[in-house]
């Protein structure tokens, strides 16, 4: 009896922190699908409503054989989500479309709540106290350029979801399924897979064993997609010019916009300090990815802080454990991680990214034409007006000045107060109805406005309110401890 009550009880907690994260995934979501998640959305949809899951009519389609290759494990999972809503429409009626696209862009959502709590689980487990953990987790998560990821559209996300995962898991079957799911996502992730695999153990049999069964899988794949996946990859626009590949490098650690020194810098500080033996293999295999995509306009992702190389850096948990265990400075980095974080905040809401959006008033003619990912100068990545932090800040303080009409200009991009948009899908329904921008086409939700905006008002800065004062509680109490 004892032993039922206890798995009652576990199954409740569960059923709870499953709520906890789903009604933050609401606050956060950015609330419609663009560019890749669309794509893989569209896929998955034509699917079962166009080709009534006949996937090799769908691949006979120009460019689905390609998407498939490439998106595979993105397209699976809104089939299923897709599947589920369909299922539901028979007892409910709702417009399957919308409903489906909303929840296949919730879950991306989803997978980087849950890895702030995976991470936090993880310095638990290495007895690191719970306020510390917390105070880590949060500077982690919300103090570098992984709070992008909180708004949804990168399946990096999920990339993070499963390393995280695979963290807190013992069995060999376990990892190996995880390891299939990453190389399946994208092939390049075997360099993850052979820092994690390094992580768990030395190089043995065992170790042969494990990589040979995850090249197995991405030589299967690849065998059965060889026409897409060769066209793929020779499409892509290489550079192989000293030159320009050594300046994608330098960019890639140290331009204020994408460098990651200066757009995740507590994760960096975090892993520098917590060297240890095995570090240096894990460098140099990390290296040899970033000279690849240093051979790439499109090196950053189009994201803040660098979404490819943002998706690999959890090889280094143990070296973030061992310096947070180790750290001589300690009052110091609470200090330096507080500050960072509090400043990066307004970045969750204003996305230097979305610059070119911002230029071209996107949010009143309707139209996000974004940047080409052939263009190498897109983005003003060397000024230092476009980093994160400095970027987000300047729009952050003149929208609390009301000082909408006031012009930025930077690089080649000129935008007004009032044309840059939120990214919260909470904080995008106050901004819509204050603007009266023709997004809502709800009657009742137009009948109500005004107690509506003021009903979100108080919900949306209630939250950051009692966000940023837990940050501070902890930080108060991890600096009277020492």
């Not at 569960?14 to 560019?35: A, E, T, V």
């Not at 509090?342 to 230029?359: G, H």
């Amino acid at each position: 009896m004892k032993c039922v009550t206890l798995i009652k009880k576990k199954n409740k907690q569960n059923l709870f922190l499953f709520f906890i994260f789903i009604s933050i995934s609401f606050f956060f979501y950015k609330g419609r699908l663009g560019g890749d998640d669309l794509q893989a959305f569209n896929f998955a949809y034509d699917l079962i409503y166009k080709f009534n899951f006949n996937l090799f009519e769908l691949l006979k389609e120009d460019n689905s054989l390609w998407q498939f290759s490439h998106r595979k494990i993105w397209i699976l999972q809104n089939i299923l989500i897709i599947i589920f809503v369909k299922f539901i429409s028979v007892f409910f009626n709702f417009d399957i479309i919308s409903v489906s696209q909303y929840l296949c862009g919730l879950i991306i959502t989803f997978y980087t709540v849950v890895s702030f709590f995976l991470f936090y689980k993880i310095l638990t487990k290495n007895k690191i106290n719970n306020e510390l953990s917390l105070f880590i987790s949060i500077s982690v998560f919300f103090g570098t350029s992984l709070i992008s990821f909180f708004t949804g559209a990168y399946i990096e996300s999920f990339v993070i979801f499963i390393v995280l995962l695979r963290y807190l898991v013992d069995g060999e079957k376990s990892k190996i399924f995880f390891d299939s799911l990453l190389v399946l996502i994208k092939p390049y992730y075997i360099i993850v897979i052979i820092c994690l695999l390094y992580n768990d153990q030395n190089i043995n049999k065992k170790f042969i064993k494990h990589l040979f069964i995850v090249g197995l899988v991405i030589f299967v794949d690849k065998l059965l997609t060889l026409g897409a996946f060769q066209n793929f990859v020779t499409s892509l626009p290489y550079n192989f010019e000293f030159d320009f590949i050594i300046k994608n490098i330098l960019d890639t650690f140290f331009s204020p916009g994408f460098g990651t020194f200066f757009t995740s810098s507590i994760l960096m500080v975090l892993i520098i300090f917590g060297l240890n033996s095995k570090t240096l293999i894990k460098l140099f295999l990390l290296f040899i990815f970033i000279l690849f995509l240093s051979t790439l306009t499109f090196w950053h992702g189009q994201s803040p802080g660098n979404r490819y190389l943002l998706s690999t850096l959890f090889i280094f948990v143990p070296e973030i454990i061992n310096s947070i265990k180790k750290l001589k400075n300690y009052k110091i980095f609470l200090i330096f991680a507080l500050v960072i974080t509090i400043l990066n905040l307004p970045s969750l809401e204003f996305r230097n990214t979305n610059i070119k959006n911002f230029s071209d008033q996107a949010v009143h003619t309707g139209l996000v034409l974004g940047v080409s990912d052939r263009d190498i100068n897109a983005f003003p990545n060397n000024n230092y007006r476009f980093n994160n932090i400095i970027f987000s800040q300047e729009i952050f303080l003149n929208k609390i000045l009301n000082n909408n009409d006031k012009e930025i200009n930077i690089n080649q991009y000129n935008f007004l107060i009032k044309d840059v948009y939120p990214m919260t899908g909470f904080k995008r329904v106050i901004f819509i109805l204050e603007n009266d921008l023709n997004f809502l086409e709800i009657k009742k939700i137009l009948i109500y406005k005004k107690k509506i905006i003021l009903l979100f008002k108080i919900l949306y800065f209630l939250t950051i309110i009692l966000f940023i004062f837990q940050i501070l509680r902890l930080f108060l109490m991890l600096i009277n401890n020492k």
